[in-house]
């Protein structure tokens, strides 16, 4: 029999929506282009109330895709199987609340889910009452390599992780989010944090400022996250210290290198890393969005589980007010 | 002719000079050893308490008078520099015996004292009797790692926005080498955030391991965080700066740079991409061979001494903040 072609629309033009796509080499760079490009997938509709967006999206899309200015009228026309929230995180909550009215039966909504908790708490009730599949976009969990060191942690291939440090630029929420999540689905929940703020460190959005912090997690781990500034470069990296091994995440998550040990040159009688001879995991320029868009699909056909629920982003959202908590207390210890 | 300068040891022993009997390591690997080995001095004198430092003495350095205290030493010859290598509670007394004996060159074994009192009249008594005081952070020796930091204090990677440091063994074993190290590169640490770590395995009684968020002079930040030695030794650091990185690991073996430049994959963006990465070995570290040819030069006037008491001493004191605010559970520390 063959596999059904679901149907997908994506609310939002801006950048991570649609307009993206020209500038980043690794594709696709966006939610349209994901749900076009796979094959499981028809990109059927895009919206935008932001007219000026919504023809640029014009622009690029292929003709087929219907433009609507008004996402509601979006859903009572084309009733898509897959919706992608790519509006501005005020929007959200609202916006998948329309959406279940309409029973979308898979959402994609951007990070961080929401502005407060309770609207998270909202959004996953909604989706409950309705059956539909909320999917956060923290797409690392999507990516198959990095997926892979989180199976390797869990199995205890690395030892027991002691230590992780995280690096990150452009807000504590809208990047710092990916690199939260990220340490959750490696490494379990967090205890308590402590956070300071780093002023030098510019972001778009003013109110998310950077923070430095410091991380205990339920499982003992100790994590430091390390904020930069964002007119300099951008970076996210990860690196995890594990008793048998270490692994070292660089080039936005595209670079992925085990770490394991030798007998130590200067101690004798003890270990050290083993730089010269690190083993390499994935190929260079994975497009998250692909793997994204895959892991929709799948999920659809009930092969897996969803790996970014919406209860995993209540949570780094309860991480991120947390961190905000203390940043504001400065630098005192917040239990999570 | 050259001048030959006079040396002796005070406190011989794992790093005075018990390893030098260990096959496995590089040699040398002691006070002992390195002022042996440098053509430009001659090993006059050792002391310790310990009666059986005599035996090894007799295999290391034959020959060379071994005097069971440091006021003995000084009564019997006048060196021109001085290895201080007892334990932590020595360097203190014996600095001072050796400014009192108008010693030309006093190299201190870190971290420099148990106070910053001790460490204040320790200055004070060098600087009255004209002797140099050099703390053994050995890394400052290192001639590839200096011109790294002159390169980093000179812009290469532009302002220092992060600093990250992994380190084992204890505070005040290695982490007192990290802070230093730090303070080479970057500047004075003004404040600390702590948290101890219990698990991590410490060397010398009462120490500490401690992880810590700390805020530098120049308003970068600085992530230090301890691992296990049991597990394995690590001592990296990586200087993040607005136009690139330096990332010095291996315990300063190897030496990674990454310049800025524009993504290849992402339009608008700039990146430090891993295929921009340049190594370069260090084939003098932690040679102890480093340190002697070092006093030597500031000896003769050709270097100025780099690791001097101050340095030392601020180091200590980042040291002891480092603990007060582990024991109060994070508070930050104003060193």
């Not at chain 1, 690029?60 to 996402?71: E, Q, R």
């Not at chain 1, 897996?304 to 959202?317: N, R, V, Y």
Request: hydrophobic letters at 40%.
């Amino acid at each position: 029999m063959e596999k059904k072609i679901y149907k997908a629309a994506v609310i939002g033009c801006g950048r991570i929506g649609v307009l993206q796509e020209k500038d980043w080499d690794i594709k696709p760079a966006t939610h349209a282009f994901a749900f076009l490009k796979n094959p499981r997938t028809k990109l059927v509709a895009v919206a935008d109330s932001n007219i000026e967006n919504l023809n640029k999206a014009k622009k690029m899309l292929p003709k087929g895709v219907k433009f609507f200015s008004d996402a509601e009228k979006l859903l009572r026309e084309i009733n898509p199987d897959i919706v992608s929230v790519a509006v501005p995180r005020g929007g959200h909550c609202a916006l998948v609340e329309l959406l279940t009215k309409y029973k979308a039966p898979a959402i994609i909504c951007e990070k961080p889910m929401a502005d407060t908790i309770e609207q998270a708490k909202k959004m996953i009730a909604d989706c409950k009452k309705s059956k539909s599949l909320l999917l956060i976009n923290h797409q690392r969990r999507f990516d198959p390599a990095l997926s892979e060191i989180r199976d390797e942690i869990k199995k205890g291939t690395f030892g027991k992780i002691q230590k992780a440090r995280c690096l990150y630029v452009n807000g504590m929420c809208n990047t710092g989010s990916h690199v939260i999540d990220y340490l959750r689905f490696c490494l379990g929940d967090i205890k308590s944090v402590s956070a300071v703020k780093n002023m030098q460190a510019e972001t778009y959005d003013k109110k998310d400022y950077c923070v430095d912090a410091s991380f205990k997690f339920k499982n003992g781990t100790d994590v430091v996250w390390q904020s930069l500034d964002r007119r300099a470069y951008c970076i996210w990296e990860a690196e995890f210290y594990g008793t048998k091994k270490a692994v070292k995440i660089r080039d936005l998550g595209q670079t992925v290198e085990i770490v394991g040990l030798r007998p130590s040159r200067r101690y004798v009688g003890f270990k050290e890393l083993d730089h010269e001879k690190p083993e390499k995991l994935g190929n260079q320029n994975r497009s998250f969005f692909k793997a994204m868009a895959q892991h929709v699909v799948d999920c659809l056909d009930k092969k897996i589980k969803p790996a970014s629920t919406g209860e995993d982003g209540l949570a780094a959202l309860k991480v991120l007010a947390a961190i905000k908590k203390s940043a504001e207390n400065k630098g005192k210890r917040v239990d999570i | 002719m050259t001048k030959k300068y006079t040396a002796a040891v005070i406190g011989c022993g794992r790093i005075g000079m018990k390893m030098e009997l260990d096959p496995k390591r590089s040699h040398p690997a002691t006070h002992v050893g390195a002022w042996l080995n440098n053509p430009r001095t001659e090993l006059v004198a050792l002391a310790d308490p310990n009666p059986a430092s005599k035996e090894v003495a007799a295999q290391v350095a034959p020959g060379v008078p071994m005097y069971s205290s440091a006021e003995e030493l000084f009564a019997a010859v006048k060196p021109d520099i001085v290895s201080i290598a007892t334990i932590l509670e020595g360097h203190y007394p014996v600095v001072m015996a050796a400014a009192k004996a108008g010693v030309k060159a006093i190299v201190c074994e870190k971290p420099i004292a148990e106070s910053v009192e001790q460490g204040l009249e320790m200055i004070d008594a060098c600087k009255k009797s004209g002797s140099l005081l050099i703390i053994n952070h050995f890394r400052r020796f290192d001639p590839v790692l200096n011109q790294w930091a002159q390169k980093v204090r000179g812009g290469l990677i532009g302002d220092i926005q992060q600093i990250t440091g992994t380190y084992s063994i204890g505070l005040y074993h290695m982490g007192t080498h990290l802070i230093d190290f730090i303070r080479m590169f970057a500047g004075d640490i003004d404040w600390v955030m702590g948290k101890q770590n219990t698990r991590a395995h410490t060397a010398i009684p009462g120490d500490t391991c401690v992880d810590a968020i700390m805020g530098m002079r120049s308003g970068a930040r600085a992530a230090i965080q301890s691992l296990n030695v049991k597990d394995y030794s690590n001592f990296e650091v990586r200087f993040l700066g607005t136009k690139g990185s330096v990332c010095v690991r291996d315990m300063g073996r190897g030496i990674e740079y990454i310049p800025v430049q524009e993504s290849k994959q992402y339009g608008g963006f700039c990146e430090l991409h891993p295929d921009k990465l340049e190594y370069h070995e260090n084939p003098y570290f932690a040679k102890m061979t480093s340190m002697t040819d070092y006093v030597v030069a500031c000896l003769d006037g050709t270097v100025e001494n780099g690791s001097k008491g101050e340095d030392g001493l601020a180091v200590l004191r980042v040291l002891m903040a480092l603990k007060m605010s582990g024991e109060a559970d994070g508070s930050t520390v104003v060193v």
